[in-house]
């Protein structure tokens, strides 16, 4: 009996070395479900945006938990991060409302555009040049990435459940009588309760306490059913081959790909960086080990989810809520990518999980995150400023990519100004020049 029950712990051990990192299966599991739980929002909100393009929505709900599943487990089994990916928030839109929408492409050309991103992707990471963009981020920035990633998806939290909405000058308070807004504060001071006594599985116990309330008082629907079959991905598999071949060779392309290319790369270099550094992942030189095989997951993953059918994949915020909850190895992200292969069967559960009740759990999130704050050197000014840009433009240009931007542009341009650009790497420099001219080139 002790055998057996050894085995499965042996391999898991083997394979995610838990106790070097100080975890257990228990605890990667939790956390797994927890990161599962609070990314499962794409998989309602993904097909959505893509289907105003044109595309199967049904179809797209398939290609976004395939990818994301793929994805996830490449990050798990060859990094050993604790990460998941999935059809990243914002190049969904970018795909949907300006290639196909706004400039009138076909969705198979736009897919067309993320397959070639992919390939790229995958060229840069076997030749080493993201992990030396990585690199080249002093640790004040990554230091100010994590915190700006934690105000960042507070922000996401409170906006969509409407606890903060437009209005006023940009933005104004939501109703805060209005019954759904009433219970996502109930959850967020359930989670934050829970959190506060050291509770393991706060997240997770908060998430279904706030779903069950809402379901008990009719604020938010049953689930249609326990289980369904998926439908078929056959409408868009291999749809991007379908793309006109003149425009594939044409100067917009190029211009779709390089936005695709530069939102997709740092927004998973913030991610990566942010996360790590909150975690105590980077090592003493302030660099991410293993950062290449981690960069492979998105490359590969987003390669893969064009063949099926979706927008670029990237690495997702929200992997801080599993690692609030202690996860700390691949398992947590192989036990999340099992979830998304589990939701084609188990949709109608999955999608019955409301905003608010995930809302809560990314607040509480950013509070955690925000504390990377604490180890930025504020009484120097060339440190403070550029850390400062890089945290308040993630949330108010929402946009990680656009905080980075900000970040190392800042950076570079006020060190030299205070005569000390000897302490600027030349990759930093290389990049904010990069920086300037997406600026100046694609807007």
Not at 124 to 140: C, H, Q, S, Y
Request: proline residues 4%.
């Amino acid at each position: 009996m002790d055998i057996a029950n050894q085995a499965p712990k042996g391999f898991l051990e083997r394979t995610f070395k838990l106790s070097e990192h100080n975890t257990d299966v228990k605890t990667e599991v939790l956390a797994g479900i927890t990161t599962f739980m609070t990314m499962a929002y794409i998989l309602v909100v993904n097909p959505m945006i893509l289907a105003d393009a044109g595309m199967d929505k049904g179809a797209v709900f398939v290609a976004t938990a395939l990818a994301a599943a793929i994805a996830t487990f490449v990050m798990g089994f060859l990094a050993n991060y604790p990460f998941a990916l999935a059809p990243g928030m914002g190049l969904n839109a970018f795909f949907a409302y300006t290639v196909v929408l706004g400039m009138g492409y076909t969705w198979q050309f736009a897919l067309m555009a993320v397959f070639i991103e992919g390939i790229i992707f995958i060229i840069l990471t076997f030749f080493n040049v993201r992990e030396k963009i990585i690199d080249a981020i002093p640790l004040g920035l990554k230091n100010a990435v994590s915190a700006g990633i934690g105000l960042f998806i507070a922000f996401i939290g409170l906006a969509n459940v409407g606890i903060v909405q437009a209005g006023g000058a940009i933005l104004s308070v939501g109703n805060l009588r209005e019954p759904l807004i009433v219970l996502s504060l109930f959850g967020l001071l359930v989670t934050a309760g829970l959190l506060s006594r050291n509770i393991k599985g706060a997240f997770l116990i908060g998430m279904l306490v706030t779903t069950v309330v809402g379901m008990v008082t009719g604020l938010v629907a049953l689930p249609s059913g326990l289980a369904s079959a998926p439908p078929s991905l056959k409408p868009i598999f291999g749809a991007f081959l379908q793309a006109d071949k003149a425009q594939i060779f044409g100067p917009e392309m190029a211009i779709i790909v390089f936005t695709f290319l530069f939102v997709d790369l740092f927004d998973t270099v913030g991610c990566l960086v942010g996360l790590a550094a909150k975690t105590d992942m980077l090592d003493e030189n302030g660099k991410l080990p293993k950062a290449k095989q981690a960069l492979f997951a998105d490359a590969i993953g987003t390669t893969v989810g064009a063949v099926l059918g979706t927008s670029t994949v990237t690495t997702f915020v929200e992997s801080a809520s599993g690692m609030s909850e202690g996860g700390r190895t691949g398992l947590t992200a192989v036990v999340t990518g099992m979830l998304f292969l589990a939701s084609l069967l188990f949709s109608p559960i999955f999608i019955a999980i409301p905003s608010q009740a995930t809302a809560p759990v990314l607040i509480l999130v950013g509070v955690m995150m925000a504390s990377s704050m604490l180890k930025i050197d504020f009484h120097d000014m060339t440190e403070a400023i550029p850390a400062f840009l890089t945290i308040v433009m993630m949330p108010l240009a929402y946009s990680i990519a656009e905080g980075i931007l900000f970040g190392v542009v800042s950076f570079a341009i006020i060190k030299l100004i205070a005569g000390k650009g000897k302490s600027v790497t030349p990759a930093l420099y290389v990049l904010a020049l990069l920086f300037i001219a997406k600026v100046i080139l694609a807007g």
